[in-house]
């Protein structure tokens, strides 16, 4: 790829010209280290900052995501040869060569989804890390010798599942690639990712990147498509060993039950509607800014957003007063503008959603405090037509409204006061989702108890939104199983072997055979 300076300005020809400097003969599915064009039905490429088409690529279909698994079968017998040391090197060698061109990367994911490029850059960076922390583990998977009664030397060996694939969204493409292929890899698993039709592009530039950093031919695949042809495809095929799944609720249950009925077993990682809570003792100030991180960082595309914000009922209307003096100020516009601090709704089926979900709130109750107005540097310009929503904070979002259990996916919260800190705790737990979050208060004793009683797999105390691939990573409840990072994460992708040698010949177990 020849463009590692961001362009000026978001278009579709930005777009277009971007995705072609990457892909010169076309983006296709990813396979045996090649770019491989579909011959299926046309999906079209939108510019979310624009809402104009600006590429389209053909679908593999069935016959295609066969090709691809057959590929990475093959990957997986040759990567299954390698020993953790060698493996350990290229994946070191990966992540170099990902951090050599983590602004490449940044400008194909911020021209293509719509993200901005100061996130972009950060994810890409990211990536990076994720290959090297996975490549340090790659020659530690040790198994255990066990102790047993009579004469036997017990031991367990850890053994890859094979193939692996990996269905990632559209709003982390790049994060998503990296952070659900470097474990895999380093357990000796081939990979197929399975992103997102409406944004394959970082995925397929990765996969590349891996490949010239020593992955043998398939080892590493994207199978780029539609999910009624090739997603379907790959999570009912018995070929695959495992799935680990990101995406909604509903759409990760279809992928479970389809896999579990090919007895394929499944890690799903789904959505949240976490707590953000706030005690009259805490610096109000900091605990603002976390907030507006929580939740506009992304512009509200995270499962992790902080999208309930529930306040102590006796500085409810200062914290409110300043969370929306922080929404107010924040720069939404031009992905590629690196003052840019929040981009589009990355797709217009999300915008849509988004959009309806902000009036059924405010139907239900409540009060929307921040201006709904765009900037004119976008009503004035080719951005006027992009799947824009401003930061949106709405007041008195009470258990009754439909905001209070249901997961917008964009830049919009709900705030409500509490009055005691047991009715804190029932309100963050008064959802289906445990996927996050937060407490803040002076209270240390107060802090840990909470952070003990909210039902979440990640809690933060006096902060929000940190994550590291050191840390598992994971929910609870609709917000999915399994964790899909830090050291544990290697035994959801290696089963356990044991082995059994006699330390002296045995006698036979049978009287009559006796001699």
Request: hydrophobic share 45%; net charge negative.
């Amino acid at each position: 790829m020849s463009i590692t300076t961001a362009p000026t300005t978001s278009s579709a020809e930005t777009a277009r010209t971007v995705l072609d400097s990457a892909f010169p003969r076309g983006l296709g599915a990813f396979v045996d280290g090649k770019v491989v064009p579909g011959s299926g039905s046309t999906i079209t490429l939108t510019s979310a900052a624009t809402g104009v088409p600006f590429a389209g690529y053909a679908d593999p279909g069935t016959e295609g995501a066969n090709a691809i698994l057959e590929s990475s079968v093959r990957g997986a017998a040759a990567w299954g040869k390698f020993n953790g040391f060698e493996r350990a090197a290229i994946l070191r060698n990966v992540s170099r060569v990902v951090e050599a061109h983590t602004e490449e990367l940044a400008i194909l994911e911020s021209s293509t989804t719509g993200k901005p490029i100061r996130d972009a850059r950060v994810e890409a960076a990211k990536v990076a890390e994720m290959f090297g922390y996975y490549a340090g583990w790659a020659d530690k998977l040790t198994g255990q010798t066990i102790p047993v009664p009579g004469p036997w030397h017990t031991y367990t060996e850890r053994v890859p599942w094979g193939v692996v694939v990996a269905i990632t969204p559209w709003n982390a493409p790049l994060f998503t690639a990296g952070w659900n292929s470097a474990a895999p890899l380093a357990a000796g698993n081939a990979v197929i990712i399975k992103p997102s039709e409406f944004t394959p592009a970082t995925t397929v530039r990765l996969a590349q990147l891996a490949h010239d950093a020593g992955l043998p031919d398939g080892v590493f695949n994207v199978a780029t498509g539609l999910g009624q042809t090739v997603g379907a495809t790959l999570t009912t095929d018995r070929r695959v060993g495992k799935i680990s799944f990101i995406g909604s609720v509903p759409t990760g249950r279809r992928v479970a039950v389809a896999a579990a009925e090919a007895g394929i077993p499944a890690l799903l990682e789904l959505g949240g509607k976490s707590a953000n809570i706030v005690f009259a003792d805490a610096d109000l100030e900091r605990a603002a800014d976390g907030a507006i991180s929580a939740i506009f960082s992304g512009a509200g595309q995270s499962c992790v957003a902080g999208s309930r914000l529930l306040v102590e009922r006796s500085v409810h209307a200062r914290f409110v007063e300043l969370v929306a003096d922080r929404a107010a100020r924040l720069r939404v516009g031009d992905p590629l503008d690196s003052d840019t601090e929040v981009g589009p709704i990355i797709t217009a089926p999300q915008f849509a959603t988004v959009t309806s979900l902000i009036e059924a709130g405010m139907n239900d109750g409540g009060r929307r405090v921040t201006g709904a107005a765009l900037p004119e540097a976008l009503t004035g310009s080719g951005l006027a037509g992009g799947h824009w929503v401003m930061p949106t904070l709405l007041d008195g979002v009470t258990p009754a409204n439909r905001l209070e259990t249901t997961e917008v996916f964009g830049p919009v919260v709900g705030a409500d006061a509490f009055d005691t800190e047991a009715e804190a705790i029932a309100r963050a737990n008064n959802t289906n989702f445990g996927l996050a979050g937060a407490v803040w208060t002076s209270d240390i004793s107060r802090a840990h108890h909470i952070a003990r009683e909210v039902k979440a797999g990640t809690f933060w105390i006096n902060s929000y939104k940190t994550i590291h691939v050191a840390v598992p990573f994971g929910g609870f409840g609709d917000s999915g199983h399994g964790r899909s990072s830090g050291p544990g994460v290697l035994d959801e992708y290696t089963q356990t072997k044991a082995v059994w040698v006699p330390t002296r010949a045995a006698g036979s177990p049978f009287p009559s055979l006796s001699y």
